[in-house]
């Protein structure tokens, strides 16, 4: 039997159903093996759930490096020479 993250049909209506995987349980179809899931429209694994989504999480390198782009795109450019004036025939 194949092991997925994809909820089974007898999870649709639930909360933590999210289509391509589900909330809380590693394998859904596991959860149904045995009678009705214990995360099947259970309010407080929701809210657990919601709250663990809702905690400020650590910044990835992808975020830091960001960020560095765009506090370097606030600099003004000095590369060491004076940019010559271009002068306008009048």
């Known amino acids: 039997m194949k092991r ?6 007898r999870c ?5 159903n999210f289509r391509e995987n589900c909330g809380v349980f590693d394998s859904p179809r596991d959860m149904w093996a045995k009678g009705k899931c ?10 657990q759930y919601e709250a663990s989504r809702a ?3 650590p910044k990835t390198p992808k975020e830091i490096r960001q960020e560095g782009f765009k506090q370097r795109r606030t600099q003004p450019h000095w590369n060491g020479h004076i940019a010559s004036q271009i002068r306008k025939k009048v």
């Open 4 to 9: 997925t993250r994809k909820p089974v049909h």
């Open 38 to 47: 214990p995360g099947y429209m259970n309010e407080k694994l929701l809210r």
């Open 55 to 57: 905690e400020p999480h």
């Open 12 to 16: 649709v209506g639930c909360g933590l």
